[in-house]
């Protein structure tokens, strides 16, 4: 019986790291993120301590450089053990400053980018409204999914890396507490969470398509989709769904809903992330923004792969052991992210 673990990590602005692309790829010394200068090799030496702390055979890298030579950089110089990279990555093309790349051991598998006329289905643009004026317009994801194949042992894993669009809106909280600028704070609030919902809809779709053409299909979409479980303030009072019970699908097609990896935690141990939410005035919310998806075949045997009973994750611990001071600097922690994992084994 042989393991295999899967992560996704957020590398939180490994962009920051390295020189500007029309320059030799390189690392900075230091870095400004939030008034503040930090020093890379401690941001970077930080986060790879955590991947290499959960050693997972599988690593989706969200928030990961601009330049795939970045990237092979970072792997080169702190997750390299006696002369050997301990990962290969593929990196996708989209995303700008904030790329998304799947990390793999090679001597445990295989990956390579998901063949392009399979992709098709995840990348190219739809109509939606994402304005709430009733006129459909072309859309496109902010960020593609990075879709991509991985062979276990024969077996083929199809892999896609998500992050969704962000909630984040410049001056928010000054829109918010302003009684005048709060209406349009809402209405921004409102385009975000709509083209999140309409993101993750878009990726529920194919990857239904493909469970319906095939239900042994082994999948897994992972990594931040910037909502978590339940209603937030907007999703409760104004869109009256939630935008990530989207992508498991519908309990009217039981056969065809995803697991959720991170159910296996108990309830308050459910969380990636914490912020102070100025909406409701919370301090420290908790909220897990960071998932793993399995289609049925995963749980339901259909697949030589199989998750492990329990073994969904959030890594509070490897993610903790990284953090020095208060780490409210960007190079006192690895991560503003604690990573989620899930591990499946095979015979």
């Known amino acids: 019986m042989t393991t295999l673990k899967v992560t996704t990590v957020n590398g939180e602005w490994m962009n920051d790291w390295f020189t500007l692309d029309a320059q030799t790829a390189a690392f900075k010394p230091t870095f400004p993120r939030d008034g503040e200068q930090g020093v890379t090799a401690e941001a970077a030496g930080r986060l790879a301590g955590l991947i290499s702390a959960i050693d997972a055979d599988i690593v989706a890298l969200v928030e990961a ?14 997750l390299t053990a006696d002369g050997t990279a301990t990962y290969d990555f593929v990196q996708g093309d989209s995303g700008g400053s904030q790329k998304l790349a799947l990390l793999f051991k090679p001597d445990r598998v295989a990956g390579a980018l ?21 006129v459909l317009d072309e859309y496109a994801f ?25 909630n984040f809106i410049n001056q928010g909280s000054e829109m918010w507490h302003d009684p005048a600028r709060r209406p349009e704070f809402i209405r921004a609030a409102l385009r975000n969470r709509r083209r999140i919902a309409n993101e993750a809809m878009r990726i529920r779709r194919a ?23 339940g ?13 990530t019970d989207i992508l498991v699908g519908s309990p009217y097609r039981p056969e065809r809903l995803f697991g959720h990896a991170q159910a296996d935690l108990a309830e308050d141990q459910r969380y990636s992330a914490e912020f102070d939410d100025f909406v409701t005035d919370e301090a420290h919310r908790r909220v897990l923004l960071d998932h793993v998806l399995l289609s049925p ?14 073994s969904g994750l959030v890594e509070h611990h490897a993610w903790a052991a990284q953090i020095a001071d208060d780490g409210s600097a960007r190079d006192q922690r690895a991560t503003d992210h604690r990573p989620a994992s899930v591990t499946l084994t095979h015979s």
């Not at 902010?142 to 962000?166: E, F, M, W, Y």
């Open 65 to 78: 450089p601009s330049r795939a030579a970045e990237l092979a950089l970072f792997i080169e110089e702190y």
């Open 114 to 134: 998901t063949p392009s006329d399979e992709v098709a289905p995840f990348i190219e643009p739809w109509l939606a409204d994402v304005d709430g004026d009733a």
């Open 142 to 166: 902010t960020r593609n999914p990075l879709c991509c194949t991985i062979d276990v042992a024969g077996i083929r894993l199809q892999v896609v890396v998500v992050h969704l669009k962000s």
């Open 207 to 229: 990857t239904e398509q493909r469970v319906d053409a095939d239900p042994a299909s082994a999948i897994i979409v992972l990594g931040d989709l910037n909502d978590g479980p």
């Open 231 to 243: 209603q937030d303030y907007f999703e409760e009072l104004y869109l009256a769904h939630n935008v």
């Open 297 to 310: 075949a995963l749980t339901n045997g259909l697949s030589p792969l199989t998750k492990v009973p329990g």
